[in-house]
């Protein structure tokens, strides 16, 4: 069954949809959701793991130990909450499906904000049905201290600079209506990623200090992402 939270309607504060594979969750994915939930006024920030992403490939861990991870990984946060709607589909997990269900959930008025990084923002324009986004979320982008949104609007396909020169605005903007605008956030500049968490445990090196050490325990423990052998 899918974890649910109580959202008090006296306040309506943001919501931050937090979505990944999380292959293994680690300490760049915690800052970047405790950083623009400070930043951005957030009630909570919902970690949802996909089950199986349609826009990359396959996720090298199964769906269950991802989700396991990602809740020994967010257990002593209050401000953080797992949801596992998508690692319980059958069929891809698209992300405008999932704030579709969140929408039916936590009805029209309720503001949902997107969290994503730079580099995820700027494929955005890939996505499924990608321009719908917008009717169901705000988009809050984090990118490290000192980005050149000069050098960045550049880099964008025509039809997403087009959104990002509409819906600008400021963080004390997304509290007064449900979706549609667009936020960006500088946040600390942490050069973590999976792909080399993964390289690192399958070289028989030590990740430690990359991830928390309990989730290190538990791909120890569940002996995942094995050293290769020749």
Not at 22 to 50: K, N, Q, T, W, Y
Not at 52 to 72: E, G, Q
Not at 105 to 114: K, M, S, T, V, Y
């Amino acid at each position: 069954m899918t974890d649910t939270y109580v959202v008090d309607p006296r306040t309506l504060k943001p919501i931050g949809i937090f979505g990944g594979t999380f292959d293994p969750i680690h300490f760049g994915h915690l800052r970047l959701a405790e950083e623009m939930a400070e930043s951005l006024a957030l009630d909570h920030v919902r970690f949802i793991p996909a089950g199986t992403p349609p826009h990359r490939s396959r996720p090298r861990t199964d769906a269950p130990h991802r989700l396991a991870m990602v809740k020994i990984a967010t257990a002593n946060n209050p401000r953080f909450v797992v949801d596992q709607r998508e690692v319980e589909l059958p069929h891809l997990s698209y992300t405008v499906d999932t704030l579709h269900s969140l929408r039916s959930e936590l009805g029209d008025d309720q503001p949902l904000c997107l969290l994503l990084g730079a580099d995820a923002f700027l494929g955005l324009s890939s996505w499924h049905e990608w321009q719908a986004l917008f009717k169901l979320a705000h988009i809050t982008i984090a990118h490290r201290p000192g980005f050149p949104q000069s050098t960045w609007k550049d880099a964008m396909p025509d039809t997403l600079r087009d959104e990002i020169e509409t819906r600008m605005a400021n963080p004390e903007d997304l509290a007064t209506c449900a979706a549609g605008l667009i936020v960006t956030r500088p946040i600390t500049a942490l050069d973590i990623s999976a792909t080399h968490i993964r390289d690192t445990l399958r070289a028989g090196r030590n990740p430690r200090y990359l991830l928390p050490d309990a989730v290190l325990d538990y791909i120890h423990a569940h002996q995942l992402y094995l050293p290769e052998t020749a």
